[in-house]
């Protein structure tokens, strides 16, 4: 068996600043430390902060007052933020700048007078902190077939704005149905999916077509590492999504020459090591790294964590 190791892979900027600034917050104030939601959408990360003293929570209400309070990397709205100030919680706020720069958007266009379509996923972290920028001017669209259902009429002031972990495929898709009904819409001068999304999808796209089994490092709750496993599926490769070796099942492989591994931008390089372990000793496969672009994004800390270094 030959596997072949793609690159870029695993954590992008974004979520190496995130997890930095909880073992830091960690670190320096001592557990514990609460985060609002899941630091990232990884159950091995989250499992390791937890046993470190991290508390995820989904309801500040469960934060003692005066608590350190930590928002993850997918963002919170301001009534999040505000609802801290009133409990005096030391907040940390390790959002995305990327996620940041959506947020930013929405304010701006919601001021301008736009009704903005969110293109995204319902229910998701990012999605429900973006939304809460301006709830009142905007609108989820989820598929291109709901763009036909919207209630905004053809002429309206319109802008639209994505989730940072989408689909590029899938949001193209969204994007020209909505160029279709609304030709005046208007949009960020640079697209809101991020870097890391679309090199991890690039790559797959690519290795896939040499493949004939894609394993993808994730949790099923990561909305970039599914994206990744559907684009495996699309050009008719068998993919899976699975956090760690446990998750294998070696009835996969039967026939199966050339498998492609790759991983979620929240998904820790340790977990796809051992997977990759997992495939020599039990396959005595052969690893091919294959590199298509470089990534050097790195991420300030957050402001309140600039001074604090580790012990």
Request: a negative charge; charged letters at 25%; hydrophobic letters at 40%.
């Amino acid at each position: 068996m030959k596997v072949l190791l793609a690159a870029p892979r695993g954590f992008c900027a974004g979520v190496n600043m995130a997890i930095e600034s909880l073992q830091l917050a960690l670190d320096r104030f001592g557990p514990p430390v609460y985060v609002y939601h899941e630091i990232v959408h990884n159950q091995f990360v989250v499992h390791t902060f937890r046993d470190q003293g991290a508390v995820f929570v989904d309801d500040l209400a469960e934060v003692p007052n005066g608590s350190t309070l930590l928002f993850s990397a997918h963002g919170v709205s301001p009534e999040i933020r505000q609802i801290a100030r009133e409990r005096n919680l030391y907040a940390i706020d390790a959002t995305c700048p990327l996620v940041t720069k959506v947020h930013l958007e929405a304010v701006r266009y919601a001021k301008e007078g736009y009704t903005i379509f969110l293109i995204g996923h319902e229910g998701h972290d990012e999605v429900i902190g973006t939304m809460g920028e301006a709830p009142n001017a905007m609108v989820l669209v989820e598929t291109p077939e709901a763009v036909a259902t919207l209630d905004v009429p053809n002429d309206a002031k319109v802008a639209y704005l994505t989730q940072t972990t989408l689909s590029v495929d899938d949001a193209n898709r969204i994007i020209s149905r909505l160029k279709e009904r609304y030709p005046q819409i208007d949009s960020p001068p640079k697209d809101d999916i991020c870097y890391a999304t679309q090199n991890r999808q690039e790559a797959v796209g690519i290795l896939a077509d040499e493949a004939d089994l894609v394993l993808v490092l994730g949790s099923q709750n990561s909305s970039n590492s599914q994206r990744l496993k559907e684009l495996a599926q699309e050009r008719g490769i068998p993919s899976f999504l699975i956090d760690g070796d446990h998750d294998i099942d070696p009835s996969w492989f039967d026939g199966v020459e050339t498998v492609v591994i790759t991983a979620g931008a929240s998904a820790p390089e340790s977990v796809v090591q051992q997977c990759v372990q997992y495939l020599r000793d039990s396959f005595q496969a052969e690893v091919e790294a294959r590199t298509i672009r470089e990534e050097e994004v790195h991420f300030a800390l957050p402001r309140e964590l600039r001074t604090v270094s580790k012990p």
